[in-house]
């Protein structure tokens, strides 16, 4: 297992897939916090402009928690399918399967690479986010104060499970098609299309009767955990109608459960 | 120990859905220390049998086993290299890189890596990477991975396949060197003349049955003479008295006779004495691609 781990993370420490996607994700974030900081310095004639209280460290968790979903989950979904699709095409699958370990010893070091490629991830962008926040606290002359300890815990947490989850149906996927230009497509256009079309018929049907049906959805879960993590700054009272217990039980079970699918697939199929 | 089998399979089946029968019943041996040559034509199932062996692929039915072991099982695996199809590699790491990601997966030594691209002269251009490597170098590359494990059984299907003539040459070199020793050599290949000048045995499949599996030597058949002369009818009955009717043959406009090559000169001797003009005389043996296109049923030049 050890040695699947080691070779797992050898291959993946350079993967472009990775990078890419820790580069992106820090981009958009010191982005997403410089718009803000200018519409908020420049409100100009528009109803809603940000409030400068959200960009300083005290408030950083919150602000990158709504800054990375749900980009950062399709970009997860991206890098899951990815990960797993391209062993078919490069044929690296069976260079993998023909060198001693299991299928499934290769299956968990590889789903373990990912989990630690994800953090590294969730990471960037905390880091990031919080070098923003230092950046506008510094030019506005406003203290630097952060929030608990446990609060970043929880928030870094929460943003690993929700790019855990995605990512790993990205990877179910991959492994479902084996190949990955199908299984990014079909992923995204889950999340971004199909499942927010279901949701809104399900609530149409019997007057919002099926709406706990809703509340099972990865993403409607996920969109819960991000929203979970608010303050006044904010301005948001509405709290969400999913708790963040059961959005976090939610996608462990999916996060789980694409992952065991995925396991037997791979068990069980020939590679041909 | 030469004579024990490392590869053995029973009615080894393969049916991919309810169509296809890749494979029908195949009963194939390969004795250790040897260089065994699995010959067919593209699509008669070489490739599917090799994934069977290294648990690939499942069998619909039959049995194999390979270095002890159920194929795919992971301590017949740490003592099987394998080269199947295509090199299977990441185009965005070295060919060195490539190899120490296959040496940790196989707990293998670092070491080793730069072994192995010694042996396949692959070192100076280890550092580059995979995607920007020639045909030739990704099958070297492949080779290298496939003896990472120091293995006791390599299994190469096709490895000259995409190769220039130089290429093919070096990569035939390479096997040669490689099947030295007691290693044994599974390789599989639909071209006779690789075929002729590697292995030990040969098992020629066709349709996804094991038509013939025996040694090269007794593949070709008895040795003979061939002899044109003049007159051709005088010689024929001189040959036939001297060697009975059974060793004589007319064919193509020539005499085929089944006696050793080193009675040559004795029969030139004979020949001339008696007045016969002899034009040529030379050992004759069927080359590999008649029998095989004899054992597969395939047309020659077709």
Not at chain 1, 44 to 69: C, H, K, W
Not at chain 2, 182 to 211: A, F, K, M, P, Y
């Amino acid at each position: 297992m050890i040695a699947t781990i080691k070779a797992e993370w050898r291959k993946s420490r350079f993967r472009p897939a990775f990078l890419v996607s820790s580069g992106i994700i820090a981009g958009i974030t010191v982005l997403i916090y410089s718009i803000n900081w200018y519409l908020a310095l420049h409100p100009g004639s528009t109803e809603r402009v940000a409030n400068i209280l959200t960009l300083y460290p005290d408030q950083f968790v919150n602000f990158v928690m709504g800054a990375a979903f749900p980009l950062g989950a399709a970009m997860a979904i991206v890098v899951g399918a990815l990960f797993t699709g391209s062993e078919f095409g490069w044929g690296t699958l069976k260079t993998t399967f023909t060198q001693g370990p299991g299928r499934l010893t290769v299956w968990a070091g590889r789903v373990v690479v990912f989990a630690a490629w994800m953090f590294i991830i969730t990471l960037v962008l905390f880091g990031i986010g919080a070098a923003s926040s230092v950046v506008v606290a510094l030019f506005q002359g406003h203290a630097l104060t952060w929030p608990a300890a446990v609060d970043v815990m929880k928030g870094m947490g929460a943003i690993w499970l929700i790019f855990f989850v995605n990512g790993a149906i990205g990877m179910a996927i991959g492994t479902l098609l084996r190949q990955p230009a199908a299984a990014l497509g079909i992923g995204l256009i889950y999340v971004l299309a199909v499942e927010i079309v279901a949701v809104r018929f399900i609530n149409l049907i019997n007057n919002g009767a099926y709406k706990w049906l809703t509340e099972q959805f990865v993403n409607q879960n996920a969109t819960a955990l991000a929203q979970s993590f608010t303050s006044p700054a904010f301005g948001r009272t509405v709290a969400p109608a999913i708790t963040a217990e059961h959005a976090v039980l939610v996608l462990a079970a999916y996060g789980m459960g694409l992952v065991i699918v995925a396991a037997g697939l791979l068990r069980l199929r020939d590679v041909t | 120990m030469q004579n024990t089998t490392i590869v053995e399979t029973h009615g080894l089946t393969k049916r991919f859905g309810r169509g296809v029968l890749a494979v029908d019943s195949v009963n194939m041996s390969v004795r250790r220390g040897e260089v065994y040559g699995f010959l067919g034509p593209n699509g008669a199932g070489k490739t599917t049998t090799l994934r069977m062996l290294v648990g690939l692929i499942r069998p619909t039915s039959g049995t194999a086993t390979v270095a002890g072991c159920a194929p795919g099982d992971p301590k017949g695996l740490a003592r099987i290299g394998s080269l199947i199809e295509s090199p299977g590699f990441y185009p965005y790491l070295s060919g060195r890189e490539n190899l120490r990601v296959v040496a940790d997966m196989a707990s293998v030594n670092r070491r080793r890596v730069e072994e192995v691209l010694d042996i396949v002269e692959l070192s100076s251009r280890a550092g580059r990477k995979f995607g920007t490597y020639s045909t030739g170098m990704k099958q070297r590359l492949g080779v290298a991975a496939a003896l990472l494990k120091d293995p006791e059984l390599l299994i190469l299907d096709e490895p000259t396949n995409g190769l220039d003539p130089q290429g093919m040459a070096e990569m035939r070199k390479l096997i040669k060197d490689i099947g030295q020793g007691d290693r044994t050599v599974l390789l599989s290949s639909h071209l006779l003349g690789e075929v002729e000048q590697i292995c030990d045995r040969v098992g020629v499949i066709s349709n996804g049955h094991l038509v013939k599996q025996s040694t090269v030597q007794d593949l070709l058949g008895e040795e003979g003479v061939l002899i044109r002369a003049q007159p051709l009818d005088q010689a024929e009955q001189m040959l036939t008295t001297m060697f009975g009717n059974d060793a004589v043959a007319r064919q193509d406009g020539a005499l085929h006779l089944k006696v050793k090559p080193e009675r040559s000169t004795e029969i030139n001797r004979q020949l001339v004495s008696a007045g016969i003009g002899v034009s040529e005389l030379r050992p004759f043996e069927r080359s590999l691609e008649e029998v095989f296109f004899q054992l597969t049923g395939e047309k020659q030049g077709s």
